[in-house]
């Protein structure tokens, strides 16, 4: 499939993210949730959680991310739009290997602490957990004959696991199955992977997003022997074409994506979108726009989001731009200077902020109002940008020692609403 700038997905559509485990997932997982609902996001990561699911709950999620290969097709007759993420083979066997010796409650978990990791790859643990791993993901679709004969192949041994595989057909349905992803990604390209993303589904580009899932077993690259080098390009061969294969695809994608600029494409999805003059924003729902930390869900069943790491936080909306609109929020800080300096600007243009206290007044808490007169809105014809700024962001590890957290935060914000003036 060639690429190609789309509108929106229908209602009745799905986004599903094939992970393939130790490929930037987690990241790449926390990048597309912020751009659905939480109550459309499907909350299973193993496919054998999926399992006992109702086909009904199933196609009531618009996302779906995890481990579930094409089994996920076998469950459902729902129109899918397929995103996948690649990875050079060794970094994929390093990571995996790794996460073996970091993860208790992985069944090899034990048998793999003495081992090191030449002795992983040259074992038939080794083959079974490698072997062709990425192709795997991308070809096979019968549960019963698939999913549930890994375990069948592998006690037949060696040679079984091998026929299963290394059999050519599998290759050529992996090599299919990738032409027909709408975004093919690496994770050697990361952030050029985010604006493949952003630029196919019309959501605003980012400058950088974090690593969410960093391995925590140390390794050495003196481990990686010339023998493990070349055990693990042996148990790798379609995988290793997967992966040439998906960097040439992106080579051509992004060329077609330099066509034009992203704030071009971007505007363009979003001229296409329906009109608001009035939007009642909890952080449960979908946002467009950059430098905001995770969803946290608070005790009253609400969602809050932190701004952050930088100072300035930005939120888009394709507002109506005949009358003025009003523009009030309710945000937090972790200390009363930062709640202070918020300035707020409005397609590029600082806005008077009225505000007052919602609760005591020592607490660096605030509702915000501000007006947005026609002629601002009238500046960008195709979308609302909000900056949000304060003067310097706070990292409470710094700020108070004892405090664990290392993050840099900007603004705390529980909710927004834009209602006519």
Request: glycine share 6%; proline share 5%.
């Amino acid at each position: 499939m060639s690429f190609e700038q789309i509108r929106d997905y229908g209602p009745e559509s799905t986004l599903y993210f094939l992970h393939i485990p130790k490929t930037a997932g987690s990241a790449l997982r926390t990048f597309l949730q912020d751009k659905f609902h939480v109550d459309r996001i499907c909350p299973q990561l193993e496919f054998s959680a999926l399992l006992p699911q109702r086909p009904s709950t199933l196609r009531s999620h618009r996302l779906i991310c995890g481990h579930h290969g094409l089994y996920l097709r076998q469950m459902l007759n729902t129109p899918f739009e397929f995103v996948t993420v690649l990875r050079e083979p060794l970094s994929r066997a390093i990571s995996h290997y790794r996460h073996l010796k970091a993860t208790k409650d992985n069944w090899l978990h034990a048998w793999v602490q003495d081992k090191s990791f030449e002795q992983f790859v040259l074992s038939d643990q080794g083959v079974a957990e490698l072997l062709n791993f990425q192709a795997r993901y991308l070809a096979l679709d019968d549960i019963q004959a698939d999913y549930f004969g890994h375990s069948a192949a592998h006690q037949a041994g060696v040679g079984a696991l091998y026929r299963k595989y290394n059999d050519p057909a599998m290759r050529g349905r992996a090599l299919e199955w990738l032409d027909r992803m709408r975004v093919v990604g690496t994770q050697e390209q990361f952030g050029d992977t985010l604006r493949l993303l952003c630029g196919a589904f019309g959501w605003p580009e980012v400058a950088a997003f974090p690593n969410y899932n960093r391995g925590i077993a140390s390794f050495s690259p003196s481990e990686v022997t010339d023998r493990a080098r070349a055990r693990v390009a042996e148990l790798s061969g379609f995988d290793q074409e997967l992966f040439e294969a998906a960097q040439r695809r992106m080579e051509q994608d992004l060329a077609k994506l330099s066509a034009g600029s992203a704030h071009e494409r971007y505007s363009a999805a979003m001229r296409g979108r329906p009109r608001q003059r009035e939007v009642r924003l909890g952080f449960e729902a979908p946002i467009l726009g950059d430098n905001w930390y995770v969803r946290e869900k608070l005790g009253d069943g609400s969602w809050a989001r932190w701004a952050g790491p930088e100072r300035r936080t930005t939120l888009d909306f394709p507002l109506a731009t005949d009358r003025a609109l009003t523009l009030r929020f309710f945000a937090g800080a972790q200390t009363m200077d930062v709640i202070e300096s918020t300035k707020l600007f409005v397609n590029g243009e600082e806005v008077r902020l009225r505000w007052w206290q919602m609760h005591d007044p020592g607490r660096a808490q605030r509702t915000f109002e501000a007006t947005l007169t026609p002629e601002l809105l009238q500046k960008n014809e195709a979308f609302c940008r909000l900056e949000f700024e304060v003067h310097r962001t706070v990292v409470p590890a710094k700020e108070w020692p004892g405090r664990p957290d290392e993050r840099s935060f900007a603004l705390y914000f529980f909710w927004l609403e834009v209602f006519p003036a």
